[in-house]
């Protein structure tokens, strides 16, 4: 199996691209890291370097990853430093470092050939490049080819103008809303929007006129989410089609519903106001479960039905319960397991050859990133969501499931806590969670937050050394968790 090696100038940014990628595509391949000349000293060693591909060989040979201009100097030395017949397997690759290690890491889990797996690498950025200018209707240039949506405000309804989404000659109904809740359009009211949306016989496009967001077509929770729209911002939308009309009306309706939220409703719950520190034994939660039976592998098809069973399941248990608020985030994940602009780009890039776990892990993370560069830290967050719906389907593309977090105990120890494994998790057993990585934003901390968990977040690889059983305090209103030392009598 093709080893990978990442070379970065920052052992933190070279550490934090590996999880994500392992995250997401497993870790059956073998990635090591030569990165920084020492744990916070910035730069490159190609000695070093040379010691990593050393480890990573395999006789199909070794892919390395690089981040700026001297990383590309220092794997070029490394060759030199390397026995002839291992640098001659040894292929340093152009792609961008995150999104070309998770398409090389998926592609080599595979049992592709180093010419294969440089290549997916190399394409990895199409997704991307597909999601931020095709994906919104923009071009390169960030204009878009259907021209400026006007600011028509009609007031009590919509009104007849040209817009976007109107086909060649076709009249658009347009109106302009301003964002109500105090949270936006996150990942509820946005998840209610897109059925809403989807519901009558019309297409929606929208515009954020404060922001200079879109147009996202309605249909789509990531690029509605992706219009960053919150309190007071000004929307423009505009509908064609035999219920154009009607849809707007029904949007207006919600508008005026606060968008479903309760009139104070903030962005985040009050957390661990009224929690003091707990104690547990340190238990590390992995990701991956046993294999599914009759689940086939590498089938698309079969894996997206699986994982909506799965979320249906547990957000019909939630409601069952009456956890209303479980219940709407796994609506919300729901919603993007048919949002058009993660499935159809998955879809092509499929039908022109490309693996199936490929062409979804390149997408998901090319979805991620758009929610990564959003200024909003809890629309960043977001981004949580695409990444635990890519992990739960990626899991099942390989014919395994994700881990039963309903069976944990104890103070668990995992990468990031998203809302599915918050909703399963049985507050009798856990103590609390600790998270490497994903802030306190994300609709799984939220939620755990809800259930009365305690969760200290970003605590990167702290607790990794520890053996399993290790007695941690946990302070989640001060955001601080220590091993308990034992003293001797």
Do not use: Y
Not at 262 to 274: Q, Y
Not at 353 to 371: D, I
């Amino acid at each position: 199996m093709v080893g990978i090696v990442v070379v970065s100038h920052s052992a933190a940014l070279a550490r934090a691209a590996v999880g994500l990628a392992t995250q997401m595509a497993g870790d059956q391949v073998r990635v090591e890291i030569a990165a920084g000349l020492d744990e916070d000293t910035l730069g490159t060693d190609a000695a070093a370097v040379a010691e990593a591909v050393t480890r990573a060989d395999d006789p199909a040979g070794v892919l390395v990853l690089v981040d700026l201009g001297s990383a590309v100097l220092s794997a070029d030395m490394a060759c030199e430093f390397l026995d002839p017949e291992v640098a001659q397997r040894v292929h340093i690759s152009p792609a961008p470092l995150v999104e070309g290690l998770v398409a090389a890491v998926v592609t080599a889990g595979s049992g592709a050939g180093l010419q294969t797996v440089a290549a997916e690498a190399a394409a990895a950025l199409d997704a991307k490049k597909h999601q931020l200018t095709a994906g919104l209707g923009q071009d390169l240039d960030g204009s878009s080819p259907d021209g400026p949506v006007p600011a028509v405000s009609v007031p009590g309804g919509p009104g007849p103008a040209a817009g976007v989404g109107a086909a060649a000659g076709e009249r658009a109904d347009t109106m302009e809303i301003v964002v109500p809740n105090a949270a936006g359009l996150h990942a509820r009211p946005a998840a209610e929007f897109v059925r809403l949306a989807g519901s009558f016989d019309a297409e929606l496009t929208v515009r954020n006129q404060s922001k200079a967001t879109g147009p996202a077509i309605g249909s789509s929770l990531s690029q509605v989410a992706g219009l960053q729209a919150r309190q007071g911002d000004r929307l423009v939308l505009a509908a064609c089609g035999p219920q154009a009309a009607e849809l707007l009306t029904a949007v207006r309706r919600f508008a005026e519903s606060n968008f479903g939220d309760e009139p104070e409703a903030g962005t985040a719950p009050g957390r661990w106001a009224d929690t003091g520190p707990v104690h547990g034994p340190l238990a590390p939660f992995a990701v991956e479960g046993p294999a599914v039976p009759d689940l086939p592998a590498h089938d698309l098809d079969s894996a997206l039905a699986h994982a909506r069973a799965q979320l249906e399941q547990l957000r019909d248990e939630a409601q069952a319960a009456g956890r209303q608020t479980a219940a709407q985030m796994l609506d919300a994940q729901l919603t993007l397991l048919h949002d058009p602009a993660l499935l159809d780009p998955v879809r092509r890039a499929v039908a022109d050859g490309q693996p199936e776990l490929t062409a979804w892990s390149q997408q998901v993370a090319a979805l991620h990133a758009t929610f990564e560069a959003m200024a909003d830290p809890f629309m960043r967050a977001r981004g949580q969501d695409v990444t635990s719906i890519g992990r739960r389907v990626g899991v099942l593309l390989r014919g395994r499931s994700l881990a039963d977090p309903a069976s944990a105990a104890g103070v668990l120890l995992m990468d990031e806590l998203d809302a599915p494994t918050a909703a399963a998790l049985d507050p009798s057993r856990v103590l609390a969670v600790l998270t490497r990585h994903g802030g306190v934003h994300g609709h799984g901390v939220m939620l755990a937050a809800e259930r009365g968990l305690p969760v200290v977040a970003d605590v990167a690889e702290r607790f990794d050394a520890l053996p399993p059983g290790t007695t941690i305090r946990v302070d989640a209103r001060r955001q601080h968790a220590s091993e308990v030392v034992q003293q001797d009598d």
